[in-house]
């Protein structure tokens, strides 16, 4: 289960907005700036030493554990910047490999007997009211629905079937929405019969005004055809399958490590890296709650499902490896500082170099956690409060 956050305290949030990259660090040794006011002039070897010694203290040396960028690493410093001490919420973030596909599986099931004489290519988009086969040249359509096709449907009948059908025919154009809530959505009527004659006529075929077993597929969305079993040519058996499919919703799959599974949570807003370094901002919509032992993985995994937000953005990619963003800690109502802004001192600690009129000051911090998409960095010191400005290091 995924620990309970604490409360929101209206603040503003840090957290940068879907599609940020992580803050780069400057590189090399950095230096500290003078502060205000004029240096008294030291003279000899021991004033050589001296100011040694106060440059060493303020170099940037260390590295954060597991990889991390260690804070104002990089070239010595030739200008000067200024940031300011917030107040907010912090997140950290990790990236998990993932792949991108598309949400559904869809089986289409033949009903009608004949022979093969026209099947669909793999990738193709098949919607509403457009043929998906042909058995002995005669055309079986898509009909949106989740109730699958079963019986002849003609006038008189009643049930789930004959409602999605007559909803597939006010959507198609084919009747008209007042004629047919007058009976219910739920029984074929004489305007169901007169619209299901129009389709007709616009297929081709025979216009009985009945919607025979093995003329209609009803599936819940448009289908892209990933595989066709059925041959052209072969011969078409009732209950056979004919071409399998999915939705054309892009959908990110997670084989995520089972101990993070506390990190994710329905809702979560993620940042997904495309395979050509795009990114483009997603939501969480599933977290699996069964562990499963998956090859290669290295230990138990639990499916996070992702959606993308642009669907645009995944056009043209199927069973893509990307990457995904995903949050795994939260801290909320704390000051926070540009990570540019730490300077390691000699004793392994840091500081940061507060800005005020006309005179500056050191303040020694404790770091907490680093949320390196934003460039922030959560701080605690004595005097430390949002609002101040605080010198960063520029290169």
């Not at 309970?4 to 599609?19: L, R, S």
């Not at 003329?215 to 040519?233: D, K, M, N």
């Not at 072969?234 to 959908?251: D, F, I, K, Q, R």
């Not at 802004?341 to 020694?364: C, D, K, M, N």
Request: hydrophobic fraction near 45%; charge should be positive; avoid cysteine.
């Amino acid at each position: 289960m995924r620990a309970g956050h604490a409360a929101d305290t209206g603040q503003p949030d840090y957290a940068a907005p879907p599609g940020a990259g992580e803050a780069g660090l400057a590189g090399g040794p950095g230096k500290k700036r003078r502060f205000g006011g004029r240096r008294r002039a030291l003279a000899g070897a021991a004033a050589l030493v001296t100011a040694a010694v106060v440059t060493a203290a303020v170099v940037i040396a260390a590295v954060r554990p597991g990889g991390a960028r260690s804070p104002g690493t990089g070239a010595a410093a030739t200008q000067t910047a200024t940031g300011a001490v917030t107040r907010g919420t912090l997140v950290s973030r990790t990236a998990v490999n993932a792949t991108l596909g598309y949400a559904g599986s869809y089986t289409v099931v033949n009903q009608a007997r004949g022979t093969y004489t026209a099947l669909p290519p793999v990738g193709r988009v098949i919607r509403d009211g457009q043929v998906l086969y042909r058995v002995t040249r005669a055309p079986v359509i898509l009909l949106y629905g989740r109730v699958p096709a079963s019986r002849a449907l003609a006038e008189g009948m009643r049930g789930p079937d004959v409602r999605q059908l007559n909803h597939d025919l006010v959507a198609l154009g084919y009747a008209d929405r007042a004629d047919i809530t007058g009976l219910g959505w739920g029984y074929f009527g004489w305007d169901t019969k007169q619209a299901v004659q129009r389709l007709q006529a616009h297929l081709g075929v025979q216009q009985t005004g009945t919607m025979g077993l093995g003329q209609v597929v009803f599936a819940p969305s448009a289908i892209r055809v990933t595989t066709v079993p059925a041959t052209l040519g072969g011969t078409a058996v009732p209950g056979s399958t004919a071409l399998t499919g999915t939705s054309t919703t892009p959908l990110v799959t997670i084989a995520l490590a089972a101990a993070q599974q506390s990190y994710v949570r329905p809702g979560d807003r993620v940042t997904i890296t495309l395979p050509d370094l795009r990114t483009t901002p997603g939501v969480v919509t599933s977290v699996g709650s069964v562990a499963t032992q998956s090859p290669g993985s290295g230990g138990a995994t639990i499916p996070v499902q992702v959606t993308i937000l642009h669907p645009a953005a995944a056009a043209g990619l199927d069973q893509a490896p990307v990457q995904v963003l995903i949050t795994t800690a939260r801290a909320r109502n704390v000051l926070a500082v540009p990570i540019t802004a730490l300077f390691a001192t000699a004793s392994g600690g840091y500081q940061v170099e507060v800005a005020g009129a006309g005179h500056h000051r050191l303040i020694p911090v404790t770091l907490g956690l680093f949320d390196d998409a934003a460039g922030l960095v959560q701080v605690t010191g004595p005097g430390l409060r949002a609002g101040q400005k605080v010198v960063e290091a520029q290169t």
